[in-house]
C-alpha cells in the first residue's frame, strides 16, 4: 500500500494505492478505483481494497475536502467538479482505463465522471445511490441526466425510477 498525494484541478488530492502483487495478480486486469460517499474518506475502502489488490491494481481516493485531500478554494463540491479530481488521479497513476466504483454521493461523482470521459471508464459500478430518485422533480431529474449519453440517461432513468 503506498499514500501519496497528487496534483487536483483544485487543490492536492490523497490517494491509497494498492499494487496488484503476488501470484493471484493479474497484468490484464483493471485497476479498480474507489469513490467515498459525502463526509467519507478513503479508510472507508480499507477491506474492498485489501480484497482487490491481490488481483489487480486498487486505488481509493479522498474526495476534495475529505480525508487529507484539500478543499477547493471556491467550495465546489458538485459532482462534475469531483469528477474532474477522478480525472486527474487517472492522469497522475498513467491509467488509461478502470472500473469505477462510487459509493453514495461517490455514486453521483464516478456517473459525471464517466459521462465526462466515457472512453477511460470501462466498468461503472453504484452501490447504495443517494435518495428517491423518483421523488425528485422532473427539472432535478433532467439536471443529473442530461451530461450523459441519450442512450444511457434512458436506461439509467429507467432502471432508477422502474420503469
Do not use: K, N
Given at each position: 500500500?503506498?499514500?501519496?498525494?497528487?496534483?487536483?484541478p483544485?487543490?492536492?488530492?490523497?490517494?491509497?494505492?494498492?499494487?496488484?502483487?503476488?501470484?493471484?495478480?493479474?497484468?490484464?486486469?483493471?485497476?479498480?478505483?474507489?469513490?467515498?460517499?459525502?463526509?467519507?474518506h478513503?479508510?472507508?475502502?480499507e477491506?474492498?481494497?485489501s480484497?482487490?489488490?491481490?488481483?489487480?491494481?486498487?486505488?481509493?481516493m479522498?474526495?476534495?475536502g475529505?480525508?487529507?485531500?484539500?478543499?477547493?478554494?471556491?467550495?465546489?463540491?458538485?459532482?462534475?467538479?469531483?469528477?474532474?479530481?477522478?480525472?486527474?488521479?487517472?492522469?497522475?497513476?498513467g491509467?488509461?482505463?478502470?472500473?469505477?466504483v462510487?459509493?453514495?454521493?461517490?455514486?453521483?461523482?464516478?456517473?459525471?465522471?464517466?459521462?465526462?470521459?466515457?472512453?477511460?471508464?470501462a466498468?461503472?459500478?453504484l452501490?447504495?445511490?443517494?435518495?428517491?430518485?423518483?421523488?425528485?422533480?422532473?427539472?432535478?431529474?433532467?439536471?443529473?441526466?442530461?451530461?450523459?449519453?441519450a442512450?444511457?440517461?434512458?436506461?439509467?432513468?429507467?432502471?432508477?425510477?422502474g420503469?
Open positions: 500500500m503506498r499514500s501519496q498525494t497528487v496534483a487536483g483544485a487543490g492536492a488530492l490523497h490517494i491509497v494505492d494498492h499494487p496488484a502483487a503476488g501470484a493471484e495478480a493479474s497484468r490484464e486486469a483493471l485497476p479498480v478505483v474507489l469513490v467515498h460517499g459525502m463526509v467519507g478513503a479508510g472507508f475502502w477491506a474492498p481494497l480484497h482487490a489488490a491481490g488481483r489487480r491494481r486498487a486505488i481509493a479522498d474526495l476534495r475529505h480525508g487529507a485531500s484539500e478543499a477547493p478554494p471556491d467550495a465546489d463540491y458538485a459532482p462534475p467538479a469531483c469528477a474532474a479530481d477522478v480525472l486527474a488521479v487517472l492522469d497522475a497513476l491509467l488509461e482505463r478502470v472500473a469505477l462510487g459509493h453514495s454521493f461517490g455514486t453521483l461523482v464516478a456517473i459525471a465522471a464517466a459521462s465526462a470521459h466515457p472512453d477511460r471508464i466498468r461503472l459500478v452501490a447504495d445511490p443517494p435518495g428517491d430518485f423518483t421523488q425528485l422533480p422532473a427539472e432535478v431529474r433532467e439536471q443529473q441526466l442530461s451530461p450523459l449519453p442512450a444511457f440517461a434512458a436506461q439509467l432513468e429507467a432502471w432508477l425510477t420503469d
